[in-house]
């Protein structure tokens, strides 16, 4: 049983990784998951986004690092990150994350710090428009920019188009959420995809109480600037 337990998982990891194989000349692979949730493969080691569901859609590699961004159900689930994590994974978050962990590294917005060789800064993640601003308010998520094998990895959190964004520098990828009421428009993101010029840009957490955000007219939009890639994943099935 053990044996056909192991294979199984060995299955669904050879899945996840034909999922999003990087370019040639890339060693960093991003697997999506669902919706928020995703993995970072690198040689520094393996890091897990905003962790939910089933603990083995992840596969059977040891997280080096568990990043949480925000307290909503679709970012944290303490029994998906109990299960991923072992003895030496690095479990981050901001405080209301730890507090209802019960455990982990608090990173508050605009701190920096380093776990082996994974850098990661805590970048402020919030609502601007009046009608959206009970959903993040500002301080008590993050969203990260992780730097782990030379590349500088931005992850957007739920947030709207904010200066802390538009002012970012020197991004090789970057994971953008657009989804109403809960964030922003596909045309905010797309503004400030335009500001600050990541190299790749992933749509992601683009699923809203009404439907699917139009990631194709995000796409269109950011088009205008041939210096910038955009990439889609499967985030939904």
Partial sequence: ?????????????????????????????????????????????????????????????????????????DHLSPETVASLKKGNTSVIGPKAV?????????????????????????????????ERMKFHEKGRGNGYVVTVDGKRIYISGDTEDIPEMRGLKTIDYAFVCMNLPYTMTPEQAASAVLEFKPKVVFPYHYRGTGGFSDVEAFKKLVSANKSIEVRMLKWYE
Avoid at 8 to 26: D, N, S
Avoid at 37 to 48: D, E, H, L, R, T
Avoid at 111 to 123: D, H, L, P, Q
């Fill in 1 to 73: 049983m053990r044996q056909f337990v192991a294979v199984i998982a060995l299955l669904v990891m050879f899945a996840l990784t034909m999922i999003a194989q990087p370019k040639q000349g890339e060693s960093v692979i991003f697997t999506p998951i669902s919706h928020a949730s995703f993995v970072i493969q690198a040689p520094a080691g393996m890091i897990c986004v905003d962790p939910v569901g089933d603990a083995k859609a992840y596969g059977i590699t040891v997280p080096a690092i568990i990043l949480i961004t925000d307290i909503h159900g």
């Fill in 98 to 130: 730890v507090d209802k962990l019960g455990y982990g590294t608090i990173m508050n917005n605009g701190e920096k710090a380093t776990f082996g060789k994974v850098t990661i800064e805590a970048i402020p993640m919030y609502n601007l428009t009046a």
